[in-house]
């Protein structure tokens, strides 16, 4: 039998691509320590192995652990099941996964209220949430790697989509070291840790459990510069297999009485109305700053706020300057500043930064 051609897991999934630059800059650094006993590796060596890292399926359970001192979201729903996904962004929670090639896919959010499904099989995609009752199917044109479906999924719900948002971060502003070995689901893993070198971020370091065997990220944590014992965030595998599952993971049907509509998808190249809109909303995003002290400056939420958000956006504190007005979002990680004149300014910086940035 030949062997299985190795593809990413899409959108969530690995590899991840690392620059020329990046090995260059974690060329230098200390190798990993035997704990448990595995080859001695340099963090250029893991970024590397990370870079052609491809499984042919896998299994697992995840668990998402989110402190990041965030007041108490407002449900955005309206997208299908998307109240539980947005769940996501504080508190703990378990995911199921599965992965059989870019066709077949699988994640499953469970918590105390049911669970939210986003499948994968083959032309057919389709998000189910057990909470409203409904299903959405897609039909995926033949030939088209992934399920757009998975736009339904917020940014890192698995550990190989956490570890390729904190890996765009590697350039000459981070620094890159490796922390011994560790045993994460029951499997050898390298650790690789990415520091901001710009003391200004409130990120103080992203730990990356690689799994020895496969290269496959199998647990991110993100730890703030500010004082505390644990993560503000983790994803990991707390058990994962690199079998193919089997067809009958994939093989979804909408529970009885179940309420289902069919969702669309592109069905080709975007429309001239579809370029037209992403070249105005890359037109009116922009970012101040670089690395990790990265400033992003987008159009707020058209409208007036109402209901759950408008709450929500009264509880924030309420900020001025030579800027203007508008109200303060702050957590570990993160702080959020949304302007009075209709923009929303977010990095991983203290609010001065934002502020500068709203001034310029």
Do not use: C
Request: hydrophobic share 40%; no cysteine.
């Amino acid at each position: 039998m030949t062997a299985p051609t190795r593809t990413r897991l899409l959108r969530w999934g690995v590899p991840v691509a690392a620059t020329a630059a990046v090995a260059v800059v974690a060329s230098g650094v200390l190798t990993a320590e035997a704990d448990p006993p595995l080859p001695p590796k340099t963090a250029g060596q893991l970024l590397v192995d990370m870079q052609g890292a491809g499984v042919a399926g896998l299994s697992g359970t995840v668990v998402q652990d989110s402190d990041l001192g965030l007041p108490g979201l407002p449900d955005m729903g309206g997208r299908g099941g998307g109240a539980g996904l947005t769940s996501l962004l504080t508190g703990s929670h378990t995911l199921r996964v599965w992965y059989a090639g870019q066709d077949k896919q699988r994640v499953a959010l469970l918590d105390s209220l049911g669970e939210t499904d986003v499948v994968r099989n083959g032309t057919d995609a389709w998000l189910w949430s057990s909470e409203s009752n409904s299903a959405t199917r897609y039909r995926v044109p033949a030939g088209k790697g992934g399920a757009d479906a998975t736009r339904e999924l917020p940014a890192g719900v698995t550990p190989q989509q956490a570890a390729e948002t904190a890996l765009r971060a590697l350039d000459p502003t981070t620094a890159v070291s490796t922390d011994g070995t560790r045993q994460v689901a029951g499997r050898d893993a390298y650790e690789l840790v990415l520091a901001p070198k710009d003391t200004r971020s409130l990120v103080g370091q992203v730990r990356l459990a690689v799994d020895a065997e496969t290269s496959v990220p199998l647990r991110v944590q993100v730890f703030p510069k500010a004082t505390g014992d644990g993560p503000a965030f983790s994803v990991g595998f707390t058990s994962v297999t690199f079998e193919v599952p089997g067809d009958e993971q994939f093989a979804f049907t909408p529970p009885p009485g179940v309420t289902v509509t069919e969702g669309t998808l592109p069905a080709g190249p975007p429309s001239k109305a579809d370029r037209a809109a992403a070249e105005r909303a890359a037109v009116a995003t922009r970012t101040v700053g670089s690395g990790w002290t990265t400033v992003a400056v987008l159009p707020g939420p058209a409208g007036r706020a109402d209901g759950a958000a408008a709450a929500f956006l009264e509880q924030l504190p309420r900020v001025s300057g030579s800027w203007g007005s508008g109200r303060l979002l702050t957590s570990a990680l993160m702080s959020a500043l949304i302007t009075d004149d209709g923009r929303l300014l977010v990095g991983a910086v203290a609010p001065d930064l934002l502020y500068a940035a709203a001034g310029r």
